[in-house]
């Protein structure tokens, strides 16, 4: 399931949406793999009341130990937009952490030799301000996610100070028709070919 589309701010759009890497799921296979050499066991070498509870014990060990990690894993998503890094998680609780882009100083990865043949890893990005560092591990590709994050923090930071430019001119415009220096038609005149109307 996509990124809830209504959370977008005007204007925002999603560049990259992903979950943790499949290597998160590693260990919940492994471990029905055992469970289900645990249940062949069980079935050859055991017989009345005793099977039961050992099936019971085993299906509720395979139960805690799969099916909750599975559920993080679906409910773990990770959205790059032109605005900001999101990150969101949870089964019944949810938390989520949202970085602008404008704040972010540095994104760093860090691989293990096994990450680097599976491709993931973690990313660590810090930020200006009380947000610090903030580490994710899974990532699939941090080293390619890397890249792209100062990709769009570089876009973005043009697009901020170009409408921060404007912004500027158009006061300075205001003040200028306040003065008197202008007239309001010479204001809108400026107006319009500072906003690209004509």
Known sequence: MGYPRRLLSPGEEVIREFRPHWQFLVVPLLVTVGAVAAGVGVAVFTEGTARNVLFAVVGALWLILVVRRVLEWLTTQYVITNERV????????????????????????????????VGSGDLLIESAGEMGQSRYTDIPHPEELQSLIYQVRETRTIALSGASSTATELETLARLRDQGVLTDEEFEKQKRRLLGDG
């Not at 609780?93 to 043949?117: M, T, W, Y």
């Open 86 to 117: 999101i990150f969101r998680a949870g089964i019944l609780a949810r938390r989520g952490k949202e970085i602008p882009l404008e704040v972010i100083n540095d994104v760093s990865f860090q691989q293990s030799f096994f990450e680097r043949i």
